[in-house]
């Protein structure tokens, strides 16, 4: 980083040399644990030459219980490298089922975060009619957040628009055009192209995993590439039996690059999209995960892709198969063909690894976040509490655990680095879960060149 | 409508109060003292569901549970109100059978969700 310049780095090459993250900040849930504790921000000591390396450092708790913490995102990215007056500094941590927005303040002291505003989900619902928020994507300096339901839990919902001191501008779409259902989207301004993906109405995926609503259009099967200026969609992909729950949308962070690609949750495929020559969006599925048989159940497990990410370099994509267990790394240097270059096992419903560095794995390898040399990969396995206590029990009384895997940049391969486990199991209130993790200085899937 | 009910709750040592039935149990039990688990606080998310043992609720406002839920005795705290006096387990101790693996345990046509559900007689 240089002095002249806003947050974030002026390439991802740039942002690839940056130092090695020392801390993490790790979401940690009580809500649907039993534990009438509020949920909270943990800051954990990355820094291998740390005497608490791999360590809870520090905890902020929430004002509030059942916020159910979930995704975050930063109030400004490298889209405001050029913009001297803003700084990467408060993270935005939304609840999504009490649709609160937590600022936290990462920068006065970034191994102490302290809260510095909370928007509450009574004012966003009266004045915008969203609630359950989602992903967080800074926008210049702007923010605009996926709202997954109206203020009643119905799908749509649509997308807040905050302004960088944290008021509600609005919403930010002019039209959710015939859009069922939100959940992810990313933008590729060069492109003026943004992609949104669909999981469910809040009232639906809140409650639990129902298999049979799927069948019944309960759940989404669409993506939808939107006029980004113009802020409507404008066409959309029907991805059918092959994109069954759509959810983590990533584009290249190549600027220039059309490419991008989204897992299909509950199909456990990956699909690619790209502009061909003729300027046309075009999709094909490029990585389809075979459902497995479990011996005492009737109907086999499919893998659920809960996360896709793109490494800084945009060479390897990796994804978590939750119910399964295993976290793959595919070369995508041609993302036509992928080439699967790595696969580690935790926990998961098959049973191939449960205990990993002398933790039980409760839950499957889920959110990973990975860091931006691409070398060390950090995972939690904890999707969703009212998901968690449907397929995997036990973890109201195990907890979560983050764990590490080192990544082979040069030939392909992963490993689980033997040093590293978080044990969410042994927290000082009681077995909570941890979810989203972030870096102070940006990550895979914080940064967007504008 | 009498002014007051009477709520028990097994789980908290048999615990009693009163409260008026013209406002959810949610709300009312939490005024007086009770910690009770909640999130969305309109009936969509099932955090604060509890399972009630005797008595009727009206609860027509929750969206959360699907009908083996509501045959299994769960009701939405945040909506629910109480018809006359209620006994009820609450909290995550009462979710025993609330969640269940849909791979395991798939629900018939009849147990879906309400604006889902086929009725029984007409299922096949
Ligand atoms: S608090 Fe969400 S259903 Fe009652």
């Given at each position: 980083m240089t002095d002249c310049c806003g947050p974030g780095y002026a390439s991802p090459a740039e942002a690839m040399k940056a130092p090695a993250e020392k801390l993490l900040?790790?979401?940690?849930?009580?809500?649907?644990?039993?534990?009438?504790?509020?949920?909270?921000?943990?800051?954990?000591?990355?820094?291998?030459?740390?005497?608490?390396?791999?360590?809870?450092?520090?905890?902020?708790?929430?004002?509030?219980?059942?916020?159910?913490?979930?995704?975050?995102?930063?109030?400004?990215?490298?889209?405001?490298?050029?913009?001297?007056?803003?700084?990467?500094?408060?993270?935005?941590?939304?609840?999504?089922?009490?649709?609160n927005l937590h600022i936290v303040d990462c920068a006065a002291d970034p191994r102490n975060p302290t809260l510095f505003k909370v928007i509450s989900g009574k004012e966003i619902k009266s004045k915008t009619n969203l609630s359950a928020?989602?992903?967080?994507?800074?926008?210049?300096?702007?923010?605009?957040?996926?709202?997954?339901?109206?203020?009643n839990g119905n799908a749509p919902g649509g997308y807040?628009?905050?302004n960088k001191d944290f008021e509600i501008v609005g919403r930010w779409e002019n039209s959710m055009g015939d859009i069922k259902f939100g959940y992810d989207f990313w933008y590729q301004p060069r492109h003026n192209v943004m992609v949104s993906s669909e999981w469910a109405a809040p009232n639906t995926f809140m409650p639990g995993f129902d298999l049979e609503e799927v069948g019944h259009?309960?759940?989404?099967?669409?993506?939808?590439?939107?006029?980004?200026?113009?802020?409507?969609?404008?066409?959309?992909?029907?991805?059918?039996?092959?994109?069954?729950?759509?959810?983590?949308?990533?584009?290249?962070?190549?600027p220039d690059s059309s490419h991008g690609f989204v897992g299909a949750a509950l199909s456990a495929n990956i699909i690619h999209w790209w502009k061909d020559d003729a300027g046309e969006w075009q999709w094909e599925k490029i990585i389809d995960v075979e459902n497995e048989p479990h011996p005492e159940w009737p109907i086999p497990v499919p893998g659920v892709i809960s996360v896709i990410l793109l490494s800084m370099d945009d060479r390897f994509l990796y994804f978590c198969n939750w119910l399964h267990g295993d976290i793959r790394q595919y070369d995508i240097s041609d993302p036509h063909n992928p080439v699967l270059t790595?696969?580690?096992?935790?926990?998961?419903?098959?049973?191939?690894?449960?205990?990993?560095?002398?933790?039980?794995?409760?839950?499957?390898?889920?959110?990973?976040?990975?860091?931006?040399?691409?070398?060390?990969?950090?995972?939690?396995?904890?999707?969703?509490?009212?998901?968690?206590?449907?397929f995997y029990p036990e973890i109201r009384t195990n907890g979560g655990c983050m764990l590490m895997v080192n990544c082979d940049t040069e030939k392909g391969g992963m490993e689980i680095d033997p040093d590293f486990v978080v044990d969410f199991g042994?927290?000082?209130?009681?077995?909570?879960?941890?979810?989203?993790?972030?870096?102070?200085?940006?990550?895979?899937?914080s940064d967007i060149w504008v | 409508m009498a002014d007051t009910v009477t709520i028990t709750l097994t789980n908290r040592d048999n615990a009693t109060y009163q409260v008026s039935p013209r406002r959810p149990l949610l709300e009312t039990l939490r005024e007086q003292g009770v910690d009770l688990p909640w999130g969305c606080e309109y009936g969509g998310c099932i955090t604060c569901a509890a399972k009630l043992t005797e008595g009727e609720v009206d609860q027509r406002a929750q969206v959360a549970l699907n009908n083996r839920q509501i045959n299994n005795g769960y009701v939405i705290l945040c909506v629910a109100r109480p018809e006359g006096d209620c006994t009820l387990e609450v909290g995550v101790e009462s979710h025993d059978t609330l969640y269940r693996n849909p791979f395991l345990d798939p629900l018939a046509d009849h147990e879906l969700k309400a604006d889902i559900a086929t009725p029984k007689d007409a299922a096949r």
């Open positions: 900040y790790t979401i940690a849930i009580y809500t649907g644990t039993g534990i009438q504790k509020p949920d909270y921000l943990c800051t954990i000591d990355a820094d291998p030459e740390s005497e608490t390396y791999s360590k809870v450092i520090s905890r902020l708790e929430m004002p509030g219980i059942g916020d159910e913490l979930h995704h975050m995102g930063w109030n400004a990215c490298s889209s405001c490298f050029d913009d001297s007056s803003m700084a990467r500094k408060y993270l935005i941590v939304p609840g999504v089922r009490s649709t928020p989602h992903t967080v994507h800074c926008l210049g300096s702007e923010i605009i957040i996926s709202m997954l339901g109206d203020a807040l628009h905050l259009l309960k759940y989404g099967r669409e993506i939808h590439f939107w006029d980004f200026e113009k802020k409507e969609p404008k066409q959309t992909m029907y991805l059918g039996e092959d994109g069954l729950i759509p959810l983590e949308v990533r584009f290249h962070h190549n790595g696969q580690v096992w935790m926990g998961g419903l098959l049973g191939r690894a449960p205990e990993v560095n002398g933790v039980q794995v409760t839950g499957g390898p889920q959110m990973i976040q990975l860091s931006l040399d691409g070398k060390r990969l950090y995972v939690t396995t904890s999707l969703f509490s009212t998901w968690d206590n449907q042994k927290e000082p209130n009681g077995p909570s879960r941890c979810h989203e993790t972030r870096y102070p200085g940006g990550d895979c899937t | -």
